[in-house]
């Protein structure tokens, strides 16, 4: 149905999206401010995968 077909095309849109998002991040980087209010959405469990994530990968790369 069309309804299936359209759900799979927000899928894929939301996705792309969120790469375009990580990838923007990644090379402009983003202000304390809207990480902050960004983390603040995520539920404990997420926020200690975050947290350890930008321990391990983001802020050793940070002198680029």
């Not at 990644?26 to 539920?43: F, N, P, Q, T």
Request: net charge negative; glycine share 4%; charged share 30%.
């Amino acid at each position: 149905s069309s309804s299936a077909a359209s759900d799979v095309y927000k899928r894929q849109s939301d996705t792309i999206a969120d790469m375009a998002g990580a990838i923007a991040e990644a090379y402009y980087g983003a202000d304390r401010e809207m990480k902050d209010i960004a983390l603040s959405y995520l539920d404990l469990d997420l926020l200690d995968i975050a947290e350890e994530f930008e321990r391990r990968f983001v802020l050793p790369n940070s002198h680029k």
